[in-house]
């Protein structure tokens, strides 16, 4: 809009003006304001808008729907001009105005020359603070009101929550009830806020004591945020109680019983709440998304995730970075690398968020230089990598032996000033410990700034099972089982090292000291989908309606892979028994019985996607890579490590892994 649009004014002769605008008159201006027609409403209703300042506040906030900055400046200028700038309305309006588009230093200049400010300006001025993050400065102007109102609390107290000042923000509440205020939604529902950030749960409880005595227990926005306190803090079944007592649920509430559900890892019911909150009329948003997908990816339900993204299409999400990287990571997980490639393809305006889950995606499949090529890419587009996309790229480098490229990848952290955690340490320690430098990798966990954990000391137990070191894995297991001594996968690599050297009196050890400790070994467990159900199998597993069929299958294909050159690795079996005993053993490990059953039920042309909550043994590694060769089936596993592809005969890892 050109400047002569609203500066084309007779000031002399429209300043007296009768100040009684019809309603009509004022709905209309209203409207046309509201629909983007800014010029057209100053145009039509000139005189109306000189006789009744107030009117300027409709023109303000159609500069501020348009986000025109210069249009605003404008209407600034005439209501300068015109002398209305002496009301103390319209100037709020426009100290509003520049403190919504964060133009503070112009917010600052008007405030200092109002002729009338009144608690209103001290508030609008606060907000302006806080939508540039100045904490202090929007402190300061609170600290010099000499009056408040429960606006001005409401807005300090969400200042401190929305930075994570959450025990600053507890004491305003006190400091608000001790002044006598009577805390409304907004403030309740901020200081639920800042008690899930704290994880204070008894401070959370004193609240609901506090809000039903005031009659907010049925309120909404209040409800929603109860609910999201207890689940933070841990008390899901309390949070449901809540969500489950309100008369009406919203969209937040649905969300925040889903999301509760997701922290506590409660995958499947997730999926249960997500029909249910459609059923009951409420249509997902951005938020539902992102944790009913993260759900599929839990479970590594494919169809069901491709479900989740139809609707995520028909809904008008699919270009909302949040969410195309919840889609990117359930088809990586699910083992559809190429669902996850297509996902990322599609966004217009990648972030760094998303470029990272890329990278991760081609780390679990096991394409390590692809995931480094992305990551130049990424440096060409200009987009500064954070800890989360070098975490990635180590991953990646590790689970293909990218020694050198890793270690190079892992000293470029400094140039972005980035600051290794002890996950990029595991990383290094897992690459130094893959390629048989173990010294190497014992010394840089003893020699690294950062604390060490069970895990990173349990990857270097890892690699002292893979290259048979016996004495490191003994010193190495008391630093793991002296950070966790629950630990049950560390006590069985250990098992794993001593029985690999036939020393079954130190196997029997281990298991003794399980014993002793009651820790107990997390049991194997192989899932897949098949036309939208899930089929889960145990190590000789009798249970499934089709085991007899299974069991018979497995047996003519052993008998095939034996005749391809097949040898069951007995030596990887634990137990002190008889070669025949330990045969049948490894024929009844639950991925065997998973892909014998896929094989079974699925047609031929078809990829077999298999899910293991722990690592591929290895004598299944071998025996699945003949079966991909005898059967001419694409057969994708992931263990708790990795995916392997297995085609013709061969696996994606290289058997590195």
């Not at 190429?338 to 394409?367: N, R």
């Not at 006590?491 to 029997?508: P, R, T």
């Not at 009798?542 to 391809?564: A, C, G």
Request: hydrophobic share 40%; proline share 3%; glycine share 6%.
């Amino acid at each position: 809009m050109g400047r002569s649009a609203l500066t084309h004014l007779s000031f002399s002769s429209l300043r007296f003006l009768s100040t009684n605008t019809s309603k009509s008159a004022v709905n209309e201006l209203a409207s046309l304001c509201f629909k983007g027609y800014t010029k057209e409403a100053f145009e039509r209703f000139k005189p109306q808008i000189w006789a009744d300042p107030s009117l300027f506040s409709h023109l303000i906030h159609s500069c501020i729907s348009q986000k025109s900055l210069s249009l605003g400046k404008q209407l600034h200028s005439l209501i300068i001009v015109s002398g209305c700038s002496r009301d103390k309305f319209v100037s709020n309006h426009t100290l509003n105005m520049y403190a919504k588009f964060r133009e503070l230093q112009s917010a600052l200049a008007l405030f200092d020359v109002m002729p009338l400010k009144n608690i209103m300006s001290c508030n609008i001025l606060i907000n302006g603070y806080l939508q540039i993050g100045d904490l202090d400065g929007a402190r300061q102007v609170f600290d010099e009101m000499t009056e408040r109102n429960i606006a001005t609390w409401n807005a300090m107290l969400a200042g401190f929550i929305q930075f994570e000042h959450n025990e600053e923000g507890l004491r305003l509440f006190r400091e608000m009830r001790e002044w006598q205020f009577m805390p409304d939604e907004y403030a309740l529902g901020s200081v639920l806020r800042g008690c899930a950030g704290l994880r204070v749960l008894f401070a959370g409880r004193q609240v609901h004591g506090h809000l039903i005595k005031c009659g907010f227990e049925v309120n909404l926005v209040v409800g929603s945020s109860l609910a999201h306190m207890y689940m933070k803090c841990g008390s899901l079944e309390e949070g449901e109680k809540v969500i489950k007592s309100m008369p009406i649920r919203n969209v937040v509430a649905w969300n925040t019983l889903i999301a509760g559900k997701a922290q506590k890892g409660c995958s499947e019911n997730i999926l249960v709440e997500y029909n249910m909150m459609k059923l009951s009329g409420f249509w997902p948003d951005k938020i539902t998304f992102v944790s009913v997908i993260s759900s599929c990816s839990d479970l590594a339900t494919l169809g069901q995730g491709q479900l989740i993204h139809a609707e995520v299409i028909k809904n008008g999400s699919s270009s909302v970075n949040g969410v195309i990287s919840s889609l990117i990571s359930m088809y990586s997980k699910c083992g559809c690398l190429e669902g996850s490639v297509k996902a990322f393809s599609e966004c217009e305006e990648p972030d760094t968020v998303l470029w990272s889950s890329m990278i991760a995606a081609y780390g679990f499949h096991g394409q390590g230089e692809e995931a480094i090529k992305l990551f130049e890419k990424m440096e060409q587009e200009e987009l500064e990598p954070n800890d989360v996309t070098f975490l990635s790229l180590l991953y990646a480098c590790s689970h293909c032996g990218l020694k050198e490229k890793g270690l190079k990848i892992f000293d470029l952290m400094q140039k972005y000033g980035l600051k290794p955690g002890v996950q990029h340490y595991t990383c290094v320690v897992d690459l130094l410990g893959r390629s048989g430098c173990l010294d190497k990798a014992e010394v840089t966990i003893r020699s690294m700034p950062v604390q060490a954990d069970a895990i990173i000391w349990k990857t270097l137990l890892s690699a002292c099972k893979i290259h048979k070191k016996a004495d490191m894995a003994k010193r190495v297991a008391i630093e793991v089982l002296r950070l966790d001594p629950q630990d049950s996968a560390s006590y069985v690599l250990l098992s794993h090292i001593h029985a690999s050297a036939k020393m079954w009196q130190d196997v029997s050890a281990v298991r003794k000291s399980m014993r002793d400790r009651r820790v107990k070994k997390e049991p194997g467990i192989s899932w897949l989908e098949i036309k939208n159900k899930i089929h889960q199998f145990c190590i000789a597993d009798k249970f499934h309606p089709q085991s007899e069929e299974i069991n018979l299958y497995l047996k003519e294909l052993t008998s095939d892979m034996k005749l391809r050159g097949y040898i069951p690795d007995t030596a990887s079996v634990l137990h002190d028994m008889d070669n025949e005993e330990k045969e049948y053993n490894l024929t009844h490990h639950s991925e065997k019985l998973a892909i014998a059953f896929a094989l079974m039920n699925t047609p031929p042309d078809t990829p077999i996607r298999v899910m293991k909550n722990l690592r591929v043994c290895s004598d299944c590694h071998v025996a699945i890579k003949f079966i991909s060769e005898i059967k001419n089936r694409e057969i994708i596993v992931r263990d708790a490590s990795r995916f392997h592809h297995f085609k013709d005969g061969k696996c994606s890892c290289g058997d590195y892994w």
